[in-house]
């Protein structure tokens, strides 16, 4: 049985997200330096298996790309490109970071762990993941 792998792309860190081999529920996963990603990615496949990515799509209010697809575009290329059994899904991410703070701050965190920014983006993947599996009906 695969997994889905959400991807949070970010220019300093990624969030990560997957789900169980049922595919059922989104976990948080990790978050990467941005640099580090590829060889995250490439230990992870190997021992896990994934059927499909889903990366984030920055859009405007107005549904335009934002000005952060710039940066995104070529890591998603290159995704796609080291990983071409895998395919690579795209998933409007808007208000995910927005949504991941309120959930953090709801979840009665401290100040100091709230404002962490790996776990924001952590969770904000989780988001995005979850919004994919009740878009497909998974």
Excluded: H, W
């Excluded at 496949?45 to 710039?70: H, I, R």
């Excluded at 009665?108 to 979850?130: E, F, P």
């Amino acid at each position: 049985m695969s997994r889905i792998l959400a991807i949070d792309y970010g220019q300093k860190r990624v969030g990560l997200a997957v789900t169980d081999e049922l595919k059922l529920i989104a976990n948080s996963l990790a978050t990467v330096p941005s640099k580090d990603i590829f060889v995250f990615l490439k230990d992870y496949l190997s021992k896990k298996n994934v059927e499909c990515f889903v990366v984030g799509e920055p859009k405007q209010m107005n549904y335009t790309v934002s000005e952060s697809a710039k940066f995104i575009e070529p890591f998603v290329k290159k995704l796609a490109k080291m990983f071409p059994d895998i395919p690579v899904e795209r998933m409007d991410e808007r208000f995910t970071s927005k949504m991941a703070s309120q959930a953090i701050l709801q979840s009665g965190l401290k100040k100091k762990a709230r404002q962490n920014k790996a776990l924001i983006d952590k969770v904000s993947a989780t988001l995005i993941l979850q919004s994919y599996l009740k878009f497909k009906n998974i």
